[in-house]
């Protein structure tokens, strides 16, 4: 990362806005059920950031976000989820992702 305080600030910005999207999604429970700090998901949500900077259509977000779940949190795989925990969990990832359209426009939309 530079050392350019406005490149840092806008970095930190940018982080607590995916941040306090993916911490509201919680996909494993961790800041709900296991009173964990909202850094919790920080390697995804850093992921996520370098995917919006790096203009990452919004299927390549979620995928990435998908593959995070069931692969490095533990969340059982979304696709062998029975209804309604399946469109739930697709409904509430849809939010997350809404979310980071509204904030950093096409970036998170193509």
């Not at 806008?10 to 996909?27: E, H, N």
């Amino acid at each position: 990362m530079s050392n350019n305080p406005d490149i840092k600030d806008k970095y930190q910005t940018d982080l607590a806005v995916v941040r306090a999207l993916v911490s509201d999604f919680d996909p494993s429970g961790f800041i709900t059920l296991l009173k964990c700090g909202s850094d919790e998901y920080d390697d995804m949500n850093k992921g996520v950031l370098q995917m919006i900077y790096a203009s990452k259509s919004r299927q390549e977000i979620q995928d990435y976000m998908v593959d995070q779940c069931e692969n490095y949190y533990g969340f059982p795989s979304v696709s062998g989820l029975s209804e309604p925990h399946m469109s739930n969990s697709f409904h509430d990832l849809d939010k997350v992702l809404d979310g980071l359209e509204h904030h950093f426009g096409n970036s998170a939309s193509q």
